[in-house]
């Protein structure tokens, strides 16, 4: 199996932009990573696009060639990936074994969602699919009301708090002002967060995720050619995906994601490295809960001490293990197709020492988590200078 | 249907629903684990109809509306 780098990334602003198309989003950020690496659109051997809903969304298919044909990419494979909101992370991974493998040299992943052309509840209801639609869809369960569940269980076990979850969105929207291209640049006190409108018991409305477009794309190739392409890649040193039932109420314990537990595991063997070892992370807080579960189930701390560690402040950018320097998906934004390439880009970024007034002190050893819908899939990838 | 009688694994109260509950809204869902170790996802009955629930009450089956399964506390 042959080593893996990043040699190039792009990315839109994350917001709500109603005037511009998936199709014009997904080429902005393709184009711009193709101008990192010094690259022609006619050297990309093949093609990867994560994207969870373009077809409800937006009205379109056959999305891959679509969006490589309006970047003149042609005559290779292009394949969408949908896995929910892991659906770029999902996308990055196979990319990743397409390279390892030897098949092809110069890959392009881009990950995009267009959401905001819906009205809040019709976007509820597509992003409902990536559940069981015939069991909690049928029965009014929403996202929200998925992680609420979750939440309210992790309380229950664990004692953890409101307080401590609304300490999630206040640290993540503290970065994410610094971030130029974060959707929602302002600081939130723990005051408003704790008292936002109610969405789904316990969860406000500063719990959740934000309803965004963007795109996200990272170019890969053999870490043997890298220095064609930039003076700074970002070796992928390892990287899972794994999948746990949709339902939530056919996973045996809803207080942890089985799917991160067993996809850390593997990326962590694969690099060589421990929890102990990771010097930052971007993880997947859809929900605030699920940035407490995940640096559980990450090893980051231990299993219902989720609450009591963000609280420590050590996840805070100057604590020990900083998360979610981008602003994650609270602050940064959500546009769920784009998520799982967005965190590679923002690891790279602070790894390259490219992250501006959010830049990190120790900042060569970064990981990513990328989940979808309430733990079916999950991808975890470790990225390290090369 | 009739999955019985069972104990509330977790529950939340839904405010903000997707398009075609709009009009349930607020609603309380729960995750009920049944006799038989299964859990099913249902609603609680309107608070005309009866009491919010918590984790570990025990509930009761009442009938299937429009498919989808309504418990009560019992």
């Known amino acids: 199996m042959r080593e893996v780098a990043v040699v190039g990334i792009g990315k839109t602003a994350f917001g709500a932009f109603a005037d511009r198309d998936l199709r014009s989003l997904a080429v902005e950020a393709g184009e711009k990573c193709l101008a990192d690496a010094h690259v022609k659109p006619s050297q990309v051997e093949e093609f990867f696009l994560g994207n969870f809903a373009g077809p409800s969304f937006v009205g379109q298919n056959h999305l891959a060639p679509y969006i490589a044909g309006a970047m003149g990419i042609l005559g290779v494979p292009c394949t969408r990936f949908e896995a929910a909101c892991a659906s770029s992370g999902a996308a990055f991974y196979h990319a990743v074994a397409s390279v390892a493998a030897g098949l092809n040299d110069v890959v392009l992943i881009t990950g995009v969602e267009k959401m905001t052309s819906q009205t809040t509840p019709k976007v509820t209801e597509i992003l409902a699919g990536a559940g069981d639609t015939c069991g909690e869809g049928r029965a009014g369960a929403t996202f929200p009301a998925l992680f609420a569940m979750i939440a309210r269980r992790h309380m229950y076990q664990y004692g953890t708090t409101h307080e401590q979850m609304a300490m999630v969105a206040v640290k993540n929207h503290e970065n994410g002002a610094k971030n130029p291209l974060a959707h929602m640049r302002k600081v939130i006190t723990l005051e408003q967060a704790l008292k936002g409108k109610p969405i789904a018991d316990p969860l406000t409305v500063y719990d959740c995720s934000l309803i965004s477009d963007g795109a996200a794309a990272v170019l890969i190739v053999p870490l043997e050619r890298a220095a064609e392409f930039t003076d700074k890649p970002v070796k992928v040193l390892g990287i899972a995906q794994t999948s746990d039932q949709v339902a939530l109420d056919e996973k045996a314990d809803i207080t942890t994601l089985s799917a991160v537990v067993a996809a850390a595991k593997k990326a962590y063997k694969m690099a060589g490295v421990t929890a102990a070892d990771i010097q930052f992370a971007e993880l997947h807080d859809c929900f605030t809960i699920a940035e407490i579960i995940a640096t559980e189930d990450l090893g980051f701390c231990k299993k219902g001490e989720g609450g009591p560690y963000v609280a420590s402040g050590k996840t805070r950018i100057d604590g020990e293990k900083p998360v979610n320097t981008s602003g994650g998906l609270k602050s940064k934004g959500h546009p769920v197709g784009a998520t799982g390439t967005g965190q590679i880009c923002d690891l790279v970024m602070q790894i390259r020492g490219d992250a501006g007034e959010r830049q990190l002190a120790k900042h060569s050893l970064g990981l990513a988590e990328n989940l979808g819908g309430s733990g079916a899939t999950a991808v975890v990838t470790i990225l390290g200078a090369a | ?74």
């Not at chain 2, 869902?29 to 049944?34: N, P, S, W």
């Open chain 2, 1 to 74: 249907m009739n999955p019985g009688p069972g104990i509330v694994y977790t529950e939340t109260v839904v405010w903000a629903p997707p398009e075609q509950f709009v009009n349930d809204a607020p609603y309380q869902m729960a995750i009920v684990t049944l006799a038989d170790g299964h859990r099913l996802t249902g609603r609680i009955v309107p608070d005309s109809e009866g009491p919010r629930v918590a984790i570990g009450d025990r509930v009761e089956f009442v009938e299937e509306r429009s498919g989808i399964p309504f418990f009560r506390k019992a």
